[in-house]
């Protein structure tokens, strides 16, 4: 009678995979994890010795209160949704392209060339359509680098991009120093673009937030009923596949690059000649970091990026407004909005996996 | 257990009880109140269709999945097995599917890999102390072979000692001979036999009924996850076995209709491709396949049959040779050479090959699209303009449900979340769908059940009928030589024989599988050179 009765232990926590979760209950867990964030977000501004519903109050009035204020945010969320859409490309097909900022540098360049040296000579249409097409050429042939590496010899596309952005930025520098320096400038900086090649204002915002909403639907149509589209996305599943279906890997490789590094290459002309109206080193500010995250956080779709950007630009206004209200630290705005991702990205375990607390599963299907 | 009114006395003498044992990972219950013992010294076999819950049930001993109910008793004393190490110490040891050694080690090496000790190794005394274990049971083994230079085989036996060499007194084996010749399984069962004399209690998991017949001396039983029984082995017989574990009598004969007209379809002619590290993976391959049959092709698994059917494809470069492709032009044959060309161009110039890759959801198919999507994955090149057409495919999907009752939510649902069973009738009935003159299929029934492989069978033996040339890798030999007209071998990238199936035995193509009689090749590329 040696038999005993041992207590079973049973780990504490344990991970098991969800069935597929229904839509509505999927906005449910987002919805929550939204709230939480703004909750925890709220302890950090509490901490800080403010009132967290002021804070949040003025930042909404400060992203959209106003025309003017309207506007800015437009002009924020506009850059990042074409380049967010630029990268979704690439990275259907799994081509992890996080070279954006490279490639809107480059457009900018391209188009400052145009717009810096032959404005003079040319009329306002042909010279903004020469700075769109040189713009988008531009940064399409700086994403094909990578992507005709990858296909010769494997390169790895991350590593390749990344550092590409690098060198794209020193030589943003080299032109300010050097030869597209402002004649009669102290510092080193690029000359203003004439106003009169300026982009024209459609409600107080360069066209180019048309363009982008042009972009979404066009982008949404292209990945979803296209041959070429479907062949990203096939490429993006499986290589194998691809070849097994008589797709010509490489080719798609390099087509989809250049159509992503185009777009990022048309911010770039946008920030130029619609924004900045001047080459700095600060062109893309981020930008193409930033769309990553659009990216991923609307899950590749279009019309997803389209409201994530406008959030996450409304996020950006409504921080410089609490920083000049509340004088909360610009640090602290961008805690709020790590905060805000941090959560978003997170919930998105708890759509795919359960976890179960020991001794909490007692009934099973 | 009491309470079951069971003589615990007798209890004491199981190596293993498992009581009530229930698993589930999400909705899918792997085991229901699964019950099992295991008799010391005695060979059990764990009888079962591909995902009737065998290996999970038996993962739960060696402690890689904790049960989520039901207790389990080793000599008699309840446990709770949290790791692969605490089976060790209770002297459990597993030998998996999927062997995991360190290749650029010595046998040896590999069997003390993980163990407690000093901080140097005595490699002679280990090696000794190998030898004698293999010695002891029969394996054939140098201690000092590096695993890369190992047949399959071999690096099963070393798998098997280093589960002795810990001390384990209950092995547990997951379907051992599916990676083994006729040859070399017999010679596994003596060991386990000689493993028996010497007090060792073994599960042995396998889908193979003469098998267990041959070996064990009780067999247990699971459908779907659940308990249906236990029967000694002498007493029972494979159609009682069959029944027990389908749930209803089930005829296991395989058709072989006999179609009259035989026209050449497709000729292989000294296939030469070299793998990875520059060795030949395949050999100066000669074959001809004709419309109306299908040749079965035979071998150890990777003596090229991967190779083979992807350099036929459009997908592996080859190095010498030729494929030549019947093709059908206003009523002549012409034969069009193919080798080299990708897939694209091959089908380009009008012809119809089917291929249904190993790989299905990693070659064949795409796992997180829909239906309608992976059924235009080869045809959505025709559609004319930049648009796809989904209209077509759709409705083809919906035959396809229909006709080949594949069991789906609907077409929108991505076949990733489809059973084995019914991603392959999606696959192949793609494939039959475009009426290719050509079919090959690698591995079709793999981890498919009893009711959906026969539905397999039957599908290759319709396209057979309508003048199709069948190509068809496996690895089942008594399938093999039931199916196929003709049965090629191969070995080592050669082909060692092309043999009729009716007139060989099991043991001849066994042999065939290991070693390449040159007569018997010179015979083959006599036979087609043109």
């Known amino acids: 009678m040696s038999v005993q009765k041992v207590k079973v232990k049973e780990p504490l926590l344990r991970m098991a995979k969800r069935d597929t979760m229904s839509n509505q209950k999927s906005w449910t867990v987002r919805g929550i994890a939204f709230l939480l964030s703004l909750i925890t977000g709220g302890l950090v501004i509490l901490a800080l010795g403010h009132n967290p519903i002021a804070v949040y109050k003025s930042m909404v009035v400060g992203a959209w209160g106003s025309p003017t204020v309207i506007r800015e945010t437009v002009k924020i969320a506009v850059p990042l949704l074409i380049t967010a859409i630029g990268i979704s490309f690439a990275f259907k097909m799994?081509?992890?392209?996080?070279?954006?900022?490279?490639?809107?540098?480059?457009?900018?360049?391209?188009?400052?060339?145009f717009g810096l040296f032959t404005a003079h000579i040319l009329p306002k249409l042909p010279l903004v359509i020469l700075m769109l097409l040189a713009g988008m050429l531009a940064g399409g042939l700086y994403g094909l680098l990578p992507a005709l590496c990858k296909a010769k010899w494997g390169t790895n596309e991350t590593l390749f991009t990344l550092m590409l952005n690098y060198i794209a930025l020193a030589f943003v520098k080299y032109l300010m120093n050097g030869p597209w320096k402002a004649p009669g400038s102290s510092f080193p900086k690029i000359a203003m673009l004439a106003p009169g090649a300026r982009l024209t204002k459609v409600f107080g915002v360069h066209w180019g937030w048309i363009l982008a909403l042009v972009l979404v639907v066009v982008s949404s149509v292209y990945l979803s009923k296209t041959k070429q589209g479907y062949e990203i996305a096939v490429v993006g599943e499986s290589n194998n596949t691809a070849r097994y279906a008589g797709i010509n890997v490489s080719k798609v490789f390099i087509r989809t690059m250049f159509i992503?590094?185009?777009?990022?290459?048309?911010?770039?002309?946008?920030?130029?000649?619609?924004?900045?109206?001047?080459?700095?080193?600060?062109?893309?500010?981020?930008?193409?970091?930033?769309?990553?995250?659009?990216?991923?956080?609307?899950?590749?779709?279009?019309?997803?990026?389209?409201?994530?950007s406008v959030f996450i630009a409304m996020l950006e206004r409504g921080s410089n407004a609490i920083q000049t209200q509340f004088k909360i630290p610009a640090s602290a705005s961008e805690l709020l909005i790590g905060i805000i991702l941090f959560f978003m990205l997170g919930c998105e375990f708890f759509i795919s996996y359960r976890l179960i607390v020991r001794g909490k599963e007692e009934t099973h299907a | 257990m009491a309470k079951e009114g069971e003589d615990l006395g007798e209890t004491e003498k199981l190596a293993i009880k498992m009581n009530k044992i229930t698993k589930t990972f999400g909705k899918v219950v792997a085991n229901k109140d699964v019950n099992l013992e295991l008799r010391e010294g005695e060979i059990l076999a764990l009888l079962g269709e591909n995902g009737s819950g065998k290996t999970t049930l038996m993962n739960m001993l060696s402690g890689i999945y904790f049960p989520d109910h039901g207790e389990i008793y080793v000599h008699g004393k309840e446990v709770t097995i949290r790791s692969p190490k605490y089976a060790f110490s209770l002297g459990i040891g597993m030998i998996h599917q999927h062997f995991k050694l360190v290749d650029v080690l010595t046998a040896a090496e590999n069997i003390i890999l993980g163990l407690d000790g000093k901080v140097t190794v005595n490699r002679k005394e280990v090696n000794k102390k190998v030898s004698e274990l293999a010695q002891k049971y029969g394996f054939d083994l140098d201690p000092t072979k590096k695993i890369y230079n190992m047949a399959v085989s071999e690096k099963q036996t070393v798998e098997i000692l280093k589960v002795l060499y810990r001390g384990a007194d209950i092995l547990i084996l997951d379907e051992p001979t599916?990676?083994?010749?006729?040859?070399?399984?017999?010679?596994?069962?003596?060991?386990?036999?000689?493993m028996k004399e010497d007090g060792k209690s073994i599960i042995i998991i396998t889908h193979k009924l003469n098998e267990v017949m041959a070996i064990s001396d009780r067999v247990a039983i699971l459908r779907k996850g659940e308990y249906i029984g236990v029967v000694n082995t002498p007493e029972t017989d494979q159609a009682q076995l069959t029944e027990m574990m389908v749930g209803r009598p089930i005829s296991l004969k395989i058709d072989r209709p006999e179609v009259e007209e035989k026209e050449e379809r497709l000729q292989v002619i000294g296939l030469t491709c070299l793998n990875g590290e520059g060795v030949k993976a395949l050999d100066n391959v000669s074959f001809t396949a004709y419309g109306g049959e299908i040749l079965g092709v035979a071998g150890i698994a990777g003596s090229g049959q991967k190779e083979l059917c992807e350099a036929i494809a459009g997908l592996y470069p080859s190095i010498g040779g030729s494929v030549l492709y019947s093709v059908e032009h206003e009523g002549t044959y012409i034969k069009e050479r193919i080798l080299g060309l990708k897939p694209d161009e091959i089908s380009r110039k009008g012809i119809a090959m089917a291929y249904v890759p190993e790989d299905r959801l990693g070659m064949g198919l795409v796992a997180g699209m829909d239906m309608t999507d992976n059924v235009m994955l080869r045809s959505y090149k025709e559609n004319k303009g930049i648009f796809v057409d989904r209209k077509a495919p759709k409705a083809l999907s919906e035959k396809l449900i229909e006709e080949l009752e594949i069991v789906t939510p609907g077409v929108g649902t991505p076949v990733g979340r489809l059973s084995g069973g019914n991603v392959q009738k999606v696959l192949l009935g793609r494939e039959i769908a475009c009426s290719p003159s050509v079919l090959i299929v690698a591995y079709p029934v793999r981890g498919l059940d009893i009711n959906s492989s026969y539905r397999i069978y039957d599908l290759l033996n319709e396209q057979k009928k309508k003048g199709v040339a069948v190509i068809f890798i496996g690895e089942d030999l008594d399938v093999l030589m039931e199916i196929s007209d003709r049965l090629m071998v191969l070995c080592g990238g050669k082909v060692s024989g092309i043999v009729d199936p009716k007139e060989v035995t099991k043991e001849e193509i066994g042999l065939m599988m290991i070693h390449v009689d040159n007569q018997a090749a010179d015979d083959v590329s006599g036979e087609v050179d043109v």
Do not use: H
């Open chain 1, 94 to 113: 799994k081509f992890w392209n996080i070279g954006g900022e490279g490639q809107i540098i480059v457009g900018a360049v391209a188009a400052g060339y």
């Open chain 1, 260 to 308: 992503s590094g185009a777009l990022c290459g048309l911010v770039g002309m946008l920030q130029f000649s619609g924004a900045d109206y001047t080459i700095t080193e600060g062109i893309a500010g981020g930008v193409g970091f930033t769309a990553i995250t659009v990216a991923w956080l609307a899950k590749m779709n279009p019309y997803g990026m389209l409201v994530v």
């Open chain 2, 178 to 194: 599916a990676v083994l010749t006729p040859q070399e399984t017999d010679k596994l069962f003596n060991v386990l036999r000689n």
